[in-house]
């Protein structure tokens, strides 16, 4: 049975129910409207509180079916939905696969693209010798060789280097080195005696200028004296002539 047809037998099932309870609350009605018409005008209302509390609870009751029958209906369809659901994620999945095996260049069978999948191996780990066996010592050996090996290959280099900076011939390591100590010893005397040297040229140098300043200073005055002396005697000699 399809979905359809499960939903319109349900929606019938349900018409049929609400329509059954639709006329048992009106002949009910009826019913209590006849009892009633006899008696005095207190019994009439009576009755017909009656009657509305009666069919208040026959629609009540009409309704409980129905909610469950559309709890029911909505269950079913949100499982067919999440059903459909899975079914697409499936598909989606399987195309993924498939496009993977076609761009891998396998054939588009799953045993043939199973095959070209290669498990991930890790590298043989070098196994350690045990401490204090053979093996370790003479590991151990090899190790300090090795260092030894690079260490005297680090001061034969620098000795080479040395040996270009400073000015020497020899080619004894020990003569270079000594000839370095010397050269080294010997820059840095002069370098003190250069600076006590540039200490006192600048001292020298100071002074000198100082007293250039003064007598420059002393020169000023004596040139601005003679000029006003001989702005004097010019007024003198112009107050003659007039």
């Given amino acids: ?8 037998i349900g929606h019938e099932s349900e018409k049929k129910l609400k329509t059954d309870k639709k006329d048992d609350i009106a002949i009910d009605s009826e019913l ?8 005095s005008p207190e019994g009439n209302q009576e ?4 009657s509305a509390a009666a069919a ?6 009409a309704a409980q079916p129905a909610s469950a029958a559309a709890a029911a209906a909505l269950t079913s369809q949100q499982h067919q939905q999440q059903q459909h659901h899975q079914q697409q994620q499936l598909q989606q999945q399987l195309a993924y696969q498939n496009a993977f095996r076609q761009s891998q260049g396998g054939s588009h069978s799953p045993s043939s693209g199973m095959s070209s999948i290669q498990p991930t191996t890790l590298p043989p780990s070098s196994s350690k010798p045990s401490h204090g066996s053979e ?33 020497t011939t020899d080619t004894n390591k020990s003569q270079i080195l000594q000839r370095a100590v010397e050269y080294i010893k010997r820059l840095k005397e002069n ?13 020298l140098t100071d002074q000198a200028v100082s007293e250039l300043s003064a007598s420059n200073e002393k020169l000023k005055a004596e040139l601005q004296k003679a000029y006003r002396e001989a702005e004097h005697w010019r007024r003198i000699a112009e107050d003659k002539e007039k």
């Fill in 191 to 203: 370098e003190s005696n250069n600076i006590e040297k540039w200490t006192l040229e600048k001292l």
């Fill in 32 to 39: 209590l409207g006849q009892q009633t018409s006899y008696g």
């Fill in 1 to 8: 049975m399809s979905k359809r047809e499960a939903d319109s």
């Fill in 56 to 61: 208040a609870a026959a629609a009540a009751v």
């Fill in 47 to 50: 009755s017909s509180e009656a």
């Fill in 135 to 167: 093996e370790w010592h003479k590991q151990r050996r090899e190790n300090h060789k090795e260092v030894e090996r690079r260490r005297r290959e680090s001061i034969n280099l620098w000795i080479k280097e040395l040996a270009n900076l400073i000015p």
